[in-house]
């Protein structure tokens, strides 16, 4: 068995990617809106209709578009998030014309603690600190396969270095080259909240965390449970370039020959991540959502 990512788009303008996994198929941010993911979706053999859920980081616009509602209504998608975002996300259904109890089917708040994202598939949220609210990333396991997804960090905790450790992919933002910021035409209030802590990372920030996530998988499980690809989410188009990217992250043998770069106006290819036997320790829970 297998688990497969595809980034549909990520950047500003939009974030999506959708998994799929022999449980089905769901989406981890919908910053694209569903007409734009249907057409990123042709070809790919995965289409609306078979997105069983939209897990979201947060929600800010380009990750999450109000103009999912309908479609979550119509095609009966589970709408997951942090319980932290009830209020504001209630707030939005209300914008649409959604009575939030009439919704009330369709969300799927969790907490601090392990979900299910699917029948067959469990997530674990790590809290990012990302502006006022926060973000979160996720450990996403299924089939045997374990999947490490983490945008708009702020800053990397340690925690993330630890629970990533192991992946057979990993997914992270590399949003900004430092002096590109700098130099850019953005007003400077902007720049500080990229780059002050609680923003995004830069290509330096993100390359130190995937060695440390490379160095501490080694030490722990061997070179043989390296990811098999990392994917870099979330690049600038006006203070990143991906010559610079492929610079900075191909200086380590290791990740060179793994890395695939996310564009904001086309989707990757299949991304996928073979079966393998669980790590020592590793549990896949399955957790029972009417319980």
């Given at each position: 068995?297998?688990?497969?990512?595809?980034?549909?788009?990520?950047?500003?303008?939009?974030?999506?990617?959708?998994?799929?996994?022999?449980?089905?198929?769901?989406?981890?941010?919908?910053g694209l809106?569903?007409?734009?993911?249907?057409?990123?979706?042709a070809?790919?053999?995965?289409?609306?209709a078979?997105?069983?859920?939209?897990?979201?980081?947060?929600?800010?616009?380009?990750?999450?578009?109000?103009?999912?509602?309908?479609?979550?209504?119509e095609?009966?998608?589970?709408?997951?998030?942090?319980?932290?975002?009830?209020?504001?996300?209630?707030?939005?259904?209300?914008?649409?014309?959604?009575?939030?109890?009439?919704?009330a089917?369709?969300?799927s708040?969790f907490?601090?603690?392990?979900?299910?994202?699917?029948?067959?598939?469990?997530?674990?949220?790590?809290?990012l600190?990302?502006?006022?609210?926060?973000?979160?990333?996720?450990?996403?396991?299924?089939?045997?396969?374990?999947?490490?997804?983490?945008?708009?960090?702020?800053?990397?905790?340690?925690?993330?270095?630890?629970?990533?450790?192991?992946?057979?992919?990993?997914?992270?933002?590399?949003n900004?080259?430092?002096?590109?910021?700098?130099?850019?035409?953005?007003?400077?209030?902007?720049?500080q909240?990229?780059?002050?802590?609680?923003?995004?990372?830069?290509?330096?920030?993100?390359?130190?965390?995937?060695?440390?996530?490379?160095?501490?998988?080694?030490?722990?499980f061997?070179?043989?449970?390296?990811?098999?690809?990392?994917?870099?989410l979330?690049r600038?188009?006006?203070?990143?370039?991906?010559?610079?990217?492929?610079?900075?992250?191909?200086?380590?043998?290791?990740?060179?020959?793994?890395?695939?770069?996310s564009?904001?106006?086309?989707?990757?290819?299949?991304?996928?991540m073979?079966?393998?036997?669980?790590?020592?320790?590793?549990?896949?829970?399955?957790?029972?959502?009417?319980?």
């Amino acid at each position: 068995m297998t688990m497969e990512l595809c980034v549909l788009g990520s950047g500003s303008s939009g974030n999506a990617s959708v998994l799929r996994t022999s449980a089905g198929c769901m989406l981890l941010d919908a910053g694209l809106g569903p007409r734009t993911t249907a057409r990123r979706l042709a070809d790919t053999g995965v289409s609306l209709a078979d997105i069983r859920a939209i897990c979201l980081t947060h929600l800010d616009t380009d990750h999450f578009s109000p103009n999912w509602f309908t479609t979550i209504a119509e095609q009966n998608i589970r709408l997951i998030f942090h319980k932290s975002l009830t209020k504001a996300v209630n707030r939005l259904l209300k914008q649409q014309d959604f009575k939030p109890k009439a919704f009330a089917s369709h969300v799927s708040p969790f907490d601090n603690a392990d979900f299910e994202a699917m029948p067959g598939v469990t997530g674990r949220p790590i809290n990012l600190a990302h502006d006022k609210e926060g973000s979160h990333g996720f450990l996403l396991q299924s089939d045997g396969c374990r999947l490490g997804y983490a945008t708009d960090l702020g800053r990397v905790p340690a925690e993330l270095i630890s629970i990533f450790a192991g992946v057979d992919l990993l997914a992270i933002e590399s949003n900004y080259d430092p002096d590109m910021q700098l130099n850019s035409p953005r007003p400077w209030r902007l720049k500080q909240r990229i780059m002050g802590g609680q923003g995004h990372l830069s290509n330096e920030q993100s390359f130190e965390a995937v060695r440390a996530i490379f160095d501490r998988t080694t030490e722990q499980f061997g070179p043989d449970r390296l990811p098999r690809h990392v994917v870099l989410l979330h690049r600038s188009r006006q203070c990143n370039c991906p010559v610079l990217v492929r610079k900075i992250f191909s200086s380590d043998l290791r990740i060179a020959q793994r890395l695939v770069l996310s564009h904001q106006n086309e989707r990757t290819e299949w991304l996928g991540m073979p079966g393998r036997q669980p790590l020592p320790g590793e549990q896949l829970t399955i957790f029972d959502l009417a319980g």
